[in-house]
């Protein structure tokens, strides 16, 4: 499956009453919450509100207390976390990182082809790193390394995409070529939802989602 086969009508996450123990304190309480092929769920709040425990469950990495997640049979999901520092000898190219993203149809160390080598080529002149494409992925700033990520997202074709705080701290160019490739990913039909602490930072928002103390304080269509 890749998310250009699935209409935009199609639910490719479901949370449902969902409650989660983390760190010692109740982080998520009663969440429900869809994300939909081709839309993009923006979720925000202040620090503490429980923006990244949801994350996680959505990706699978946190099993909740109690309530229910079903991710869409067959669905590929990617987990873009925020930027973090790398060292900056890290034996792996932006070429590397992005080429990562064919890993779920080819396997890890199957030669690519072609139309792949084509497909991360053209993901990562999309987000502005053609010159970069064989710098060392650790000598990159923050914002370079967080649009290699998104390169990565688009070359696995996720149906399914979270985006943890995307735009944190990155200058103004690179906040608006990450916002191109958000559109990009919900133009081929990925769900997608992006946690932050500023809605503002998207061009088109489907539904907003706002959190308080691990509970929904807000639901709503667009923004």
């Not at 509100?49 to 990495?61: E, I, P, Q, Y």
């Not at 650790?138 to 998104?150: C, I, M, N, P, V």
């Not at 701290?169 to 992006?194: M, N, Y």
């Amino acid at each position: 499956m890749s998310s250009s086969a699935l209409l935009p009508t199609t639910r490719v996450l479901s949370l449902r009453d969902v409650a989660v123990d983390h760190d010692g304190h109740r982080a998520l309480r009663g969440v429900d919450l869809d994300a939909h092929a081709g839309r993009l769920v923006v979720v925000s709040g202040p620090n503490g509100s429980g923006k990244s425990t949801l994350l996680s469950v959505a990706a699978g990495l946190l099993v909740p207390r109690h309530g229910s997640v079903e991710v869409r049979r067959g669905a590929r999901v990617a987990l873009v976390p925020q930027s973090t520092p790398l060292p900056p000898h890290l034996p792996l190219t932006v070429a590397d990182i992005v080429a990562m993203g064919t890993w779920a149809r080819l396997g890890a160390w199957r030669p690519a082809r072609k139309t792949d080598r084509a497909l991360v080529a053209e993901a990562i002149a999309g987000v502005g790193l053609t010159d970069l494409t064989r710098r060392p992925i650790g000598t990159l700033s923050g914002g370079q390394r967080q649009r290699a990520l998104l390169a990565q997202a688009l070359v696995q074709r996720a149906d399914l995409v979270l985006l943890d705080e995307p735009m944190a701290a990155l200058d103004a160019r690179s906040r608006a070529i990450i916002a191109d490739a958000v559109d990009q990913l919900t133009a081929t039909g990925a769900a997608v939802v992006a946690v932050t602490h500023d809605p503002g930072e998207f061009r088109r928002i489907d539904q907003r989602v706002e959190l308080e103390d691990g509970r929904v304080v807000v639901s709503r269509a667009g923004a």
